[in-house]
């Protein structure tokens, strides 16, 4: 199960860039499609085929999971800017892209970029799972899981309102299946307290937040393109019977 | 609860003796499989007993009626008060009894439109309600009042609920069912006259307070959907 589930999210991210392609060339939301792109190049990067192919070339001492590190970074901050943007929450973007956002971003990236240098990083290893794990290490874990949540949380009020408000069914599943695509990222800041023997559970969060936050906006876009396909009649309700 | 399948089997039986399932759902307008399914759950919509019954030329208030869970149907039908009678007069044709009032000839003469409208439940309810009403409900029948709410937004009015409604209400048990588009005024016994008579015997100010609180109503949900709609076209455009 584990073994199939990062190929699994890798094929879904990858269809849909691939059905972003159409809109990227129109230029609609050109952004959408660098989300989902970096998506998939994240999931490729954590698979351990392509991670330790790419880090040969970069020396062997796991400087692919830095680079990975910061790509995520990248997404969570174009994803978490178009999201506040969609659910109209001023204080999520606020929170996101404002001065203390890009702060936390900054602070995020420095402490990662510390944190790796002063680990021993020798000996190319995927998640690098296969290095003896010092408080260096631990903290360097701790910041790439923290900036993800630390969007997760900024966005998830507004999610939550949509989910319970009165949208269309299908755009309401989609943002329920993005709620919890992102609460499970605030989930996985517990990851410290579940023992190394279950190592599994960690990937199966992961990747289980991953597929539910891309076919959440997939889904989203899915219910536009549905709701444009339905013939609208926007009756007003004077006339007749709806 | 609908109709339990096994009286309406029996009731089906004595209306049609001879037809078979599919000259039923012919005649009835509706489909096999519907019929077939609600058969197999045990419980019969009224609608499909409403339907068959206007196929085989029978009034549905007395095929109703002749179920237990309906026997308050039973007799002379009781007529509709005023207020019942004006609440079923779609918004669109107050408005133009308004404009008709101030302006004689102004407007083509008009004919009612027919019943139920885009409010009539919401509007039923509030034209018998004395202010414990929903609170009576739903002692009742045990209905939570924001459900009995949500059907009066969705402009809903389940059959069983419209009874007991009424039966709070004190008024004749068919108005809510016509209200809630089972049946027609014609098949609830209401004269055909009845509407345009109880909105001519409005005086002006009447007819222009209700027309305006009609509006007001109708502008909140008219701005709740479009608030909703530039939401959710929002999200479109950013996510979509």
Same mark, same amino acid.
């Given at each position: 199960m584990t073994a199939v589930l990062p190929w699994a999210t890798l094929v879904v991210c990858l269809a849909i860039t691939i059905a972003r392609l159409p809109s990227l060339l129109r230029g609609e939301n050109r952004v959408l499609f660098y989300i989902f792109a970096l998506m998939t190049l994240d999931i490729l990067l954590s698979i351990e085929g392509p991670y330790l192919a790419l880090d040969?070339? %970069?020396?062997?001492?796991?400087? &692919?999971?830095? $680079? %990975?590190? !910061? @790509? =995520?970074?990248?997404t969570f901050l174009l994803m978490g800017v178009k999201i506040a943007m969609g659910f109209a929450s001023a204080s999520a973007e606020r929170a996101i892209r404002g001065p203390w956002g890009l702060t936390v971003l900054g602070l995020t990236v420095g402490l990662t970029t510390f944190f790796f240098v002063i680990t021993d990083t020798r000996g190319s290893t995927v998640g690098m799972n296969g290095l003896t794990w010092g408080p260096s290490m631990e903290a360097y874990a701790a910041l790439g899981r923290f900036y993800p949540g630390f969007v997760a949380a900024c966005l998830l009020p507004a999610i939550w309102r949509t989910v319970t408000g009165r949208p269309p069914a299908l755009l309401r599943g989609a943002a329920a299946l993005l709620f919890v695509g992102l609460a499970l990222l605030l989930v996985s800041q517990l990851f410290p307290l579940i023992p190394?023997?279950? =190592? *599994? =559970?960690?990937?199966?969060?992961?990747?289980? #937040?991953?597929?539910?936050? #891309? @076919?959440?906006?997939?889904? $989203? *876009? @899915?219910? /536009?393109?549905?709701?444009?396909? /339905? &013939?609208?009649? !926007?009756d007003l309700g004077l006339s007749q019977k709806h | 609860m609908p109709l339990q399948s096994k009286s309406f089997q029996r009731w089906l039986h004595g209306v049609a003796p001879h037809a078979s399932t599919a000259d039923v759902c012919r005649i009835a307008g509706i489909k096999r499989t519907t019929l077939a399914q609600q058969l197999v759950r045990g419980k019969v919509a009224e609608s499909t007993l409403v339907s068959i019954s206007r196929g085989f030329d029978i009034n549905p208030v007395q095929a109703l009626a002749t179920f237990d869970l309906y026997a308050v149907l039973r007799g002379d039908p009781v007529p509709p008060t005023a207020c019942e009678l004006v609440s079923q007069v779609a918004t669109v044709d107050l408005l133009r009894a308004v404009v008709e009032r101030s302006q004689p000839g102004s407007i083509p003469a008009m004919v009612l439109s027919a019943t139920p409208h885009p409010t009539a439940v919401r509007n039923w309810v509030d034209a018998i309600d004395d202010g414990e009403l929903r609170h009576r409900v739903s002692q009742a029948t045990g209905i939570a009042p924001q459900n009995f709410s949500a059907h009066l937004t969705a402009n809903r009015l389940p059959p069983e609920l419209a009874i007991a409604t009424s039966r709070a209400a004190g008024v004749g048990p068919a108005g809510g069912l016509v209200a809630g588009g089972l049946i027609t005024e014609a098949e609830a016994g209401w004269p055909p006259n009845a509407r345009q008579e109880a909105l001519d015997a409005m005086t002006q100010g009447e007819l222009v307070t209700l027309a305006g609180e009609r509006l007001q109503a109708l502008g909140k949900t008219l701005r709740r959907q479009e608030q909703d709609h530039e939401r959710t076209e929002r999200i479109w455009e950013n996510l979509g």
């Open positions: 040969a070339v %970069l020396g062997g001492v796991n400087v &692919t999971n830095l $680079i %990975l590190r !910061f @790509l =995520l970074y990248g190394a023997v279950h =190592l *599994w =559970l960690r990937s199966l969060i992961n990747y289980s #937040a991953v597929l539910a936050t #891309a @076919l959440g906006l997939a889904g $989203i *876009w @899915l219910s /536009k393109a549905y709701a444009r396909r /339905k &013939t609208k009649n !926007f | -």
